[in-house]
């Protein structure tokens, strides 16, 4: 199972969205709803922020958004905050019953 | 209050063994999916395996990448969940989490332990 194609940085300034995509195949993305974005900063354990698609677990800010289309599903971060800085994974259930990650995007604030 | 603490981890030799345990408290293990995902250092995370709940059995998937050379278990008189680890390469070396897998993510995570293979 390969890994979901993240791009390795993206960066915004204070106050702007950005969007991180993850890219899978009809192995995962495309046919489950089991995509989940995780945070992680430094020495951190990962914090979950999305799941199964777009749902966002009590606790996390409204910034956090998640969508899908097709092979790729999409995490947006509007009004970007120093905090949010860290990095950041998608993962996608998969055909063969297992999960699988994205190669993690690393997320600066500028 | 849901807690996740990962112990057992250390420095081993390749082809070595060891054994990591996940005490969970603030819930019953076996109510649930357990997932381990580790991370070498300085990469990405990456799935291990899961074991389903007790109404599935406790049935246990693996990443092709450990299949056959680690396995996952469950004590539940001690609410913990584990992880025994044969055959270690040094690629295998990582910090392991445990997590709770439910609403297809992983709602739940220790703080990790660090497992490293070297000679």
């Known amino acids: 199972q390969s890994a979901l194609t993240q791009p390795a940085s993206v960066s915004g300034s204070p106050g702007q969205s950005i969007t991180i995509s993850c890219t899978g195949t009809s192995s995962d993305v495309v046919n489950y709803n089991s995509v989940s974005w995780y945070q992680q900063h430094p020495g951190k354990a990962p914090k979950l922020m999305i799941s199964e698609v777009s749902n966002r677990p009590s606790g996390v800010s409204n910034r956090f958004s998640g969508s899908k289309s097709g092979n790729t599903a999409s995490l947006t971060i509007s009004g970007l905050q120093a905090e949010d800085e860290a990095d950041y994974y998608c993962s996608s259930y998969t055909t063969s019953s297992t999960r699988v990650f994205g190669g993690g995007t690393k997320l600066t604030v500028l | 209050e849901v807690q996740l603490v990962e112990s057992g981890g250390g420095l081993v030799q390749p082809g070595g063994s060891l054994r990591l345990s996940c005490a969970a408290s603030g819930f019953t293990l076996s109510d649930y999916y357990m997932d381990w995902v580790r991370q070498a250092p300085g990469k990405g995370l990456e799935w291990v395996g899961r074991?389903?709940?007790?109404?599935?059995?406790?049935?246990?998937e693996y990443a092709a990448s450990v299949n056959g050379r680690f396995t996952i278990s469950r004590d539940d008189s001690k609410n913990s969940l584990n992880l025994q680890l044969n055959s270690l390469k040094t690629e295998d070396t990582a910090v392991y989490y445990c997590?709770?897998?439910?609403?297809?993510?992983?709602?739940?995570w220790g703080q990790g332990t660090l497992v490293t293979v070297s000679s």
């Open positions: 074991t389903r709940d007790k109404a599935k059995s406790y049935a246990t």
């Open positions: 997590a709770r897998d439910e609403y297809g993510g992983f709602t739940y």
